[in-house]
């Protein structure tokens, strides 16, 4: 059984359907991240997790228990908000210790214990007197954390919890992040519209789009293996081709590009032959001066260098692809000259 | 910015600004001066140097019992005013009440409604339906009129509080009451005081409803002040007068203290 079991849940806001039908199961001590773009139902799922939105249909259950009609102050969950919601006429120790008072656990000296324990936790030592106002963008949100996770809640809710930062410190607490989660391992749901937050940071990515889940995977897998072109162009902006494909003598399979252009792809799961959408990551690809065999011949359009990569423009057979490459690759290469094309085996997705 | 402001709109500004500041200080400063007067009648310029004045309303029952019956009318109408007027602001900004707006003009209303009228009005039922003229009708009377500006400056900074600390609070085991109590009411703390500023300020100075809803004997301050003026106009009308710019001005000072005055318009 899932420790986390959502069964057919739907949520509309006057005409506007936020949740579809959304079912899904997750295990004790997983990290799942909801990814989606913004308006594809993911806060909104996550607010009927924590009881804040009442769903028009289907059932929450935590660790076995229906929780679908139960209060939000009585689920034991904890959440951490976008705004991180800190109580501002309070302390951190203050604001530390508040879900302890409201869930009356244990007496004043635990509590004081278990503030210190949490602030510890996320390194805010010296900061326990100071008011929210007071602390920097950074140690609000490890405080809003702190907060969510101090009372034991059995699940743990953060809705973009890293979007507010810059990038540096975001990077950082990515990493935090997965460490604080290897060491409780709280069954934790995370909502972000950023897909590097969330394949570096889940064990389980859940992709919404439009009220409904597209794919659920390991991040390895949604990312390899995307299901969709939605799912192939959401994570790590992907080259998706109008193709024709069909098997070839021998086993494998041949997609052609534009009359004459034909290459190699592994056999897809999908079995349907003509019109395919094919998929070519930006990163898979190789670019090289000269012809190599089984390569095809393209067009160098803009380069632009950014430190260790150069992103690229590549025209084939009158299709565009964006390309991503090391600087060393692409040195000495102008934009217009003729270069040739090479991907890994395998790295060709048929969708 | 270069040349932004032209010279003649600066200048008009300024203009502007003094006259304002002219016509509300001098006033204040002809009646603080006539105060300290020696001579027996109000006169400006004030005609030699005493305290007399200040002896005489200090000493006399008229002026100390008027100023008690004022504090005592002021305290309880700040006291309903606050209580009343938090609970309205909150059910208006978090309530998801039908009809909102109309409740917002309605609990708004006795800004732009004539006093005097409000004042005839509220004599005939409190005659009809009561004994007449009381402390409780006066009190009744003003909390009224101080309500808007108590629901005014509650809603203003609620209004402005992150409605996503309530539901975090929720999700951390808060019921109802206990949000209540330690999430919103704290927010709403610098609009109680500033509203309760108002409605002590505003009650302590009122005079039209004060007058409709006077009980011989026992007069608030303002009509004291009126009624000498009327009939006996000597200096001492013009110390309690500067006593009473002093307590305001006072009130102002201990606010700002308490709140800094940024917080009253943010």
Known sequence: MAHIELVGLEKRFGEARALAGVSLDIEEGVLAAILGPSGCGKTTLLRVVAGLERPGAGRVRVAGEDITDLAPERRGLGMMFQSYALLPHMTVAENLRFPLRMQRLGDRRQQAEKVDWALELVQLGGMASRYPRQLSGGQQQRVALARALIAGPRVLLLDEPLSNLDAQLRKDMQLELIELHRQLRLTTLLVTHDQEEALSLADVVVLMRAGGVEQTGTPRAIYEQPATPFAAEFLGAANLLEVDARPAEGGGWRVTLAPGVSLPVSAPADPRAGKRTLMLRQEDMVVMAGPVAGGVEAELGTVAFQGATCRAVVRLAGHRLRVVAPSAALAGLESGRRVYLEWPEGRALLL | ?266
């Open chain 2, 1 to 266: 910015m270069v040349g932004g402001v032209p010279l003649a709109a600066k200048a008009a500004a300024a203009v502007l600004v003094a006259a304002c500041v002219t016509f509300m200080l001098v006033p204040l400063a002809v009646v603080v001066a006539s105060s300290f007067s020696a001579s027996e009648f109000l006169v400006f310029p004030p005609r030699g140097f005493s305290l007399r004045w200040y002896e005489e309303i200090l000493g006399s029952r008229e002026y100390t019992g008027a100023a008690w019956t004022s504090l005592r009318l002021a305290a309880v109408v700040t006291a309903l005013s606050l209580l009343i007027g938090t609970a309205v602001a909150i059910a208006l900004v978090r309530g998801r009440i039908p009809g909102t707006r109309t409740l917002v003009a309605l609990f708004l209303s006795p800004l732009v409604l004539p006093t005097i009228i409000f004042g005839i009005g509220l004599l005939m039922v409190f005659s009809h339906y009561g004994d007449g003229p009381s402390f409780t009708a006066l009190a009744v009377g003003h909390v009224v009129v101080t309500l808007p500006y108590v629901v005014r400056t509650v809603a203003a900074v609620l209004e402005g509080a992150d409605p996503s600390v309530e539901e975090a609070a929720r999700t951390m085991g808060a019921n109802a009451w206990q949000r209540y109590w330690h999430v919103v009411i704290p927010q709403c703390r610098a609009g109680m005081l500033a509203g309760a500023f108002f409605a002590f300020n505003i009650s302590f100075d009122e005079a039209v409803i004060a007058l409709f809803l006077r009980v011989p004997g026992s007069e608030t301050l303002p009509l004291t002040i009126y009624s000498k003026l009327e009939f006996s106009p000597d200096p001492s009308v013009a110390a309690a007068s500067s006593v009473l710019i002093g307590l305001t001005v006072l009130l102002v000072v201990l606010m700002e203290r308490a709140l800094g005055i940024q917080s009253l318009t943010r």
